[in-house]
Nanobody, 127 residues
Framework: QVQLVESGGGLVQNGGSMRLSCATS????????IAWFRQVPGKKREGVSC????????LYADSVKGRFTISKDNAKNTVHLQMNSLKPDDTAIYYC????????????????????WGQGTQVTVSS
């Protein structure tokens, strides 16, 4: 019954901002690592940001450091990704993902850590 539902995507101007949300249900949010990934056609799914369930540490891809911020609200079972200073290279389908409950991973940006995925939300940054 685990469900992840992304929202907030759309079309945004170069340099603009956008806030993505992931509504979760069916599990305790802090029991698992949680991450945002993105993917464009012909490329590998890329880890954007994540929150570890080992120590709560946060990781960001080098390409988004200083521009994106991940956060979560355990009471509301929601995860957010605030994206600022958006670039055309940020255009992708963005996915919310959660890992195996109570399984600690060393690097929460690794794709192997996740077994539940949302349907994705399209983010398009115009040039």
């Amino acid at each position: 019954q685990v469900q992840l539902v992304e929202s907030g995507g759309g079309l945004v101007q170069n340099g603009g901002s956008m806030r993505l949300s992931c509504a979760t249900s069916g599990f305790t949010l802090d029991s698992t690592a949680i991450a945002w990934f993105r993917q464009v056609p012909g490329k590998k799914r890329e880890g954007v940001s994540c929150i570890s369930n080992s120590d709560g540490s946060i990781l960001y891809a080098d390409s988004v450091k200083g521009r994106f911020t991940i956060s979560k609200d355990n009471a509301k079972n929601t995860v957010h990704l605030q994206m600022n200073s958006l670039k055309p290279d940020d255009t992708a389908i963005y996915y919310c993902a959660t890992g195996v409950p109570f399984t600690v991973v060393k690097n929460c940006l690794d794709l192997y850590a996740y077994d539940h995925w949302g349907q994705g939300t399209q983010v398009t940054v115009s040039s």
